[in-house]
């Protein structure tokens, strides 16, 4: 377990290439998984535990298959368990980072302020995600031999959908 922890770890240092993740779908779900409760412990700030859970799993699945689809019209559809398995895995340990980030924030900002506080851990929790941003768009340019402007447009592409059907299905953010 601890050389999984390795390998996701130094994928998002960019010392690993995406084709050294190993081809397991039970890997695939563990790490799928993990981001699922690592995405959603992050939301708790801004949903509650069901609309944490939903927005997390949503994410997780419409990018799996936002991917799925975009390996097959490049022809490497065998690659999309290695691909999703890296990601997931890059970006539970990306997540995790931010979780004591957001508590140090949510206890610098009075509860009676309204829209967003910066604070550092804030800015701090904004440059892990563009981090996360450059991590996935790393592996899928490896995965699907494109140009890192593509890779970039489609993860930009999957969140705007996210944040459609997250606005359609659960409202708008909900405090706790």
């Known amino acids: 377990m601890l050389s999984y922890f390795r390998l996701f770890f130094d994928l998002c240092l960019f010392r690993q290439p995406a084709e050294n993740v190993p081809r397991s779908d039970a890997l695939l779900l563990l790490t799928g998984g993990a981001a699922i409760l690592t995405g959603a412990f992050n939301a708790l700030g801004d949903y509650r535990i069901s609309g944490a859970l939903f927005v997390a799993t949503v994410q997780v699945l419409l990018f799996a298959l936002i991917t799925w689809v975009a390996l097959?019209?490049?022809?490497?559809?065998?690659?999309?368990?290695?691909?999703?398995?890296?990601?997931?895995?890059?970006?539970?340990?990306?997540?995790?980072?931010?979780?004591?980030?957001?508590?140090?924030?949510?206890?610098l900002v009075a509860p009676d302020v309204t829209g967003v506080a910066l604070t550092l851990p804030l800015m701090a929790i904004a440059a892990i995600s563009?981090?996360?941003?450059?991590v996935t768009a790393s592996v899928l340019r490896q995965a699907m031999q494109i140009p890192i402007a593509a890779a970039v447009l489609i993860i930009i592409g999957s969140q705007a959908l996210l944040l459609m059907i997250v606005f359609l299905f659960a409202g708008p953010v909900i405090s706790p």
């Open 130 to 134: 563009i981090w996360s941003l450059a």
């Open 72 to 107: 097959l019209l490049r022809g490497h559809r065998e690659r999309w368990v290695q691909t999703m398995t890296g990601i997931y895995g890059a970006i539970t340990i990306l997540q995790l980072l931010t979780i004591p980030l957001s508590s140090w924030h949510s206890g």
